[in-house]
């Protein structure tokens, strides 16, 4: 994880885990074995740091609330949204976070189904957005602003202004107070 922190996601490989442990590459692959198992380990970690004591009794509070420490962890590291977003972790962490999101959401939608697929359209909105935010860093917005004024995009013109008066928080709260209604 401090690989990743302090270099982002494109230098995380076994061979730079092992480099920063001192050990050899094998050493790394007996326990992960391949750089994928790596990535769903790590991706697990930032589930790890989600936080579930003094959580609201409302279920719909409950759901809001779990999704906000959802973003929080994944801000809390470089390029964590992006490492989330290329695994499939079903690793304990990550799977108590979606149970606890499901149970949230069944208690106030009184539907498994309807919790389960507002449970994804939560978790797939935070972590565009939130690869989005983490990525601003290198973007260069004069290129955006000139492309926007072009005239080739009106839709766009007409709503810079919407389009960027928000901050990322703003958006993420727009977000899903949209999704759960």
């Given at each position: 994880?401090?690989?990743?922190?302090?270099?982002?996601?494109?230098?995380?490989?076994?061979?730079?885990?092992?480099?920063?442990?001192?050990?050899?590459?094998?050493?790394?692959?007996?326990?992960?074995?391949t750089?994928?198992?790596?990535?769903?380990?790590?991706?697990?970690?930032?589930?790890a740091t989600?936080?579930y004591d003094?959580?609201?009794e409302?279920?719909?509070?409950?759901?809001?609330?779990?999704?906000?420490?959802?973003?929080r962890?994944?801000?809390?590291?470089r390029?964590g949204?992006?490492?989330?977003?290329?695994?499939?972790a079903?690793?304990?962490?990550?799977?108590?976070?979606?149970?606890?999101v499901i149970?949230?959401?069944?208690?106030?939608?009184?539907s498994v189904?309807?919790?389960?697929?507002?449970?994804?359209a939560?978790?797939?909105?935070?972590?565009?957005l939130?690869?989005?935010?983490?990525a601003?860093?290198?973007?260069?917005?004069?290129?955006?602003?000139?492309?926007?004024?072009?005239?080739?995009?009106?839709?766009?013109?007409?709503a810079?202004?919407?389009l960027?008066?928000?901050?990322?928080?703003?958006?993420?709260?727009?977000?899903?107070?949209?999704?759960?209604?």
């Amino acid at each position: 994880m401090r690989l990743l922190d302090e270099e982002g996601l494109e230098t995380v490989t076994t061979r730079a885990v092992a480099d920063r442990l001192g050990v050899r590459m094998n050493t790394v692959l007996w326990h992960v074995k391949t750089k994928r198992r790596l990535l769903e380990l790590m991706a697990d970690g930032v589930a790890a740091t989600i936080a579930y004591d003094d959580l609201p009794e409302d279920p719909a509070e409950r759901a809001r609330e779990l999704i906000r420490r959802y973003r929080r962890s994944l801000l809390a590291h470089r390029d964590g949204a992006a490492l989330v977003t290329g695994t499939y972790a079903a690793e304990p962490h990550t799977l108590r976070f979606a149970d606890s999101v499901i149970g949230a959401l069944t208690e106030h939608t009184g539907s498994v189904e309807t919790a389960a697929r507002t449970c994804f359209a939560l978790i797939y909105f935070t972590l565009g957005l939130t690869q989005e935010e983490q990525a601003q860093a290198d973007a260069d917005p004069a290129r955006l602003a000139e492309a926007v004024s072009s005239g080739r995009y009106p839709a766009l013109f007409a709503a810079r202004a919407a389009l960027t008066r928000e901050t990322f928080p703003d958006r993420f709260e727009d977000g899903v107070r949209r999704i759960l209604g």
